[in-house]
């Protein structure tokens, strides 16, 4: 059974910078995809970044880039998001995903397993 755990949510202020974790257990996804998404309150959920296991390439929304990074630890079979120059407007829960096959989406739905989620809060 696949798990997806989050880490690293909190409360900081505009400007500042949060490291979320997902560590997965259960099977690797060596061959696959993994994702954040993030859900604000009132507001649909929306993708955040993607990274494709096998060659750690990275995929962003507009609205993060240049600011966050996403990367994963083989090893640990975990994705990190480093969140810099966080806004007021990144508020939101964020969720992480995984999938099998090395196609990445921004869609919410192409994901197979989800994490159950970290509060961020930026405050102004």
């Known amino acids: 059974q696949v798990q997806l755990v989050e880490s690293g949510g909190g409360l900081v202020q505009a400007g500042g910078s949060l490291r979320l974790s997902c560590a997965a257990s259960?099977?690797?996804?060596?061959?696959?995809?993994m994702g954040w998404f993030r859900q604000a309150p009132g507001k649909e959920r929306e993708f955040v970044a993607a990274?494709?296991?096998?060659?750690?390439?990275?995929y962003y929304a507009d609205s993060v880039k240049g600011r966050f990074t996403i990367s994963r630890d083989n090893a640990k079979n975990t994705v990190y998001l480093q969140m810099n120059s966080l806004k007021p407007d990144d508020t939101a829960v964020y969720c992480c995903?995984?999938?099998?096959?090395?196609?990445?989406?921004?869609?919410?739905?192409?994901?197979?397993?989800w994490g159950q989620g970290t509060q961020v809060t930026v405050s102004s």
């Open positions: 990274i494709t296991w096998a060659d750690g390439r990275p």
């Open positions: 259960g099977r690797t996804f060596s061959n696959g995809a």
């Open positions: 995903s995984a999938k099998y096959g090395s196609a990445w989406y921004d869609v919410a739905t192409r994901y197979n397993y």
